[in-house]
T-cell receptor, first 116, second 110 residues
Framework: NAGVTQTPKFQVLKTGQSMTLQCAQD?????MYWYRQDPGMGLRLIYY???????DKGEVPNGYNVSRLNKREFSLRLESAAPSQTSVYFC???????????????FGSGTQLSVL | RKEVEQDPGPFNVPEGATVAFNCTYS??????FFWYRQDCRKEPKLLMS???SGNEDGWFTDQLYRASQYISLLIRDSKLSDSATYLC???????????FGTGTSLTVIP
């Protein structure tokens, strides 16, 4: 079972370059998320998609855009990378029924991004 | 006030020791509670879901104290392989957002 698949695993960018992080899940989940993780800051939500066709800002959306391409795929784009975006990025998914108790998050293996 | 707060540690304990982590949450509408484990440079993985009645999984025990708005994780007879960061995660009754604590670092020493 693949679960949540993220690509690439590592990326080095120069300031001002653009790139797209790809994420796909094969669990038929409705909701998908992009987080960044920085030392001492914990996981912070960038954007999420509650269901196919919808996207919403999270805690730290500035400098990012997202696309929910279909139910399986949710991509994160950096249009003009900045050193402050150096971080580890995680994609995640959940069943996404909103009021369901015990709804769990499943994570991809992460992308280590460095912006020079 | 942060949605979820944890003592970051680090906790350094000898092998076989018992260690407890607490996590407080600020929103009384929180419905679902979890402990995730994260190894260095890896993705978080679900360790346990937390219920009002408490839950045991091997040498791990969790408990929800809803009136006081905190959850706990107890690790008995800790093992070297338990060394990791433990993340407290909370979800509200409605909506699709999960809220994370910053994590508690545990190192089990031989």
């Amino acid at each position: 079972n693949a679960g949540v698949t993220q690509t690439p695993k590592f990326q080095v960018l120069k300031t001002g370059q653009s790139m797209t992080l790809q994420c796909a899940q094969d669990m038929n989940h409705n909701s998908m998320y992009w987080y960044r993780q920085d030392p001492g800051m914990g996981l912070r939500l960038i954007y999420y998609s509650a269901s196919e066709g919808t996207t919403d800002k999270g805690e730290v959306p500035n400098g990012y855009n997202v696309s929910r391409l279909n139910k399986r795929e949710f991509s994160l784009r950096l249009e003009s990378a900045a050193p402050s975006q150096t971080s580890v990025y995680f994609c995640a998914s959940s069943e996404g029924w909103g009021t369901t108790t015990n709804e769990k998050l499943f994570f991809g293996s992460g992308t280590q991004l460095s912006v020079l | 006030r942060k949605e979820v707060e944890q003592d970051p540690g680090p906790f350094n304990v000898p092998e076989g020791a018992t260690v407890a982590f607490n996590c407080t949450y600020s929103n009384s509408a929180s419905q679902s509670f979890f402990w995730y484990r994260q190894d260095c440079r890896k993705e978080p993985k679900l360790l346990m879901s937390v219920y009002s009645s408490g839950n045991e999984d091997g040498w791990f025990t969790d408990q929800l104290y809803r009136a006081s708005q905190y959850i706990s994780l107890l690790i008995r007879d800790s093992k070297l392989s338990d060394s990791a960061t433990y993340l407290c995660v909370v979800k509200r009754v409605t909506g699709n957002q999960f809220y994370f604590g910053t994590g508690t670092s545990l190192t089990v020493i031989p």
